[in-house]
């Protein structure tokens, strides 16, 4: 997001009726002059939804971002942070990353 065009704020806001309210009147409400993109999680191409959490945003460079997650990532991350403080911190992450990609932990 061009934060010359708009604040920041706006950065991993869902695409809705709330934010189209919100955007002040020159901004263009398709992103049309570079002031935001969008990221597509769902439509009739999809054949099931892409299940997306906005993660970290970034300030730089004049310009915002805000990365993506898929919420079955977060909950790994949070569930790893649970086992982590249960164990000890004897867990590593890459172990529990492993463990999980080849479904022994779940």
Do not use: W
Request: aromatic share 12%.
């Amino acid at each position: 997001m061009d934060k010359k065009q708009l604040p920041g704020s706006f950065a991993g806001r869902d695409f809705d009726a709330a934010l189209l309210n919100d955007l002040p009147p020159e901004i263009d409400p398709c992103g049309e002059r570079g002031e935001f993109h969008t990221c597509v999680n769902d439509g009739p191409m999809f054949a099931v939804p892409v299940n997306l959490e906005a993660g970290e945003i970034v300030d730089r460079d004049g310009f915002v971002y805000a990365d993506f997650l898929e919420r079955s990532a977060l909950f790994q991350r949070s569930l790893m942070v649970l086992i982590g403080k249960f164990f000890g911190d004897k867990i590593h992450e890459q172990e529990f990353l492993s463990q999980q990609k080849t479904g022994s932990l779940f």
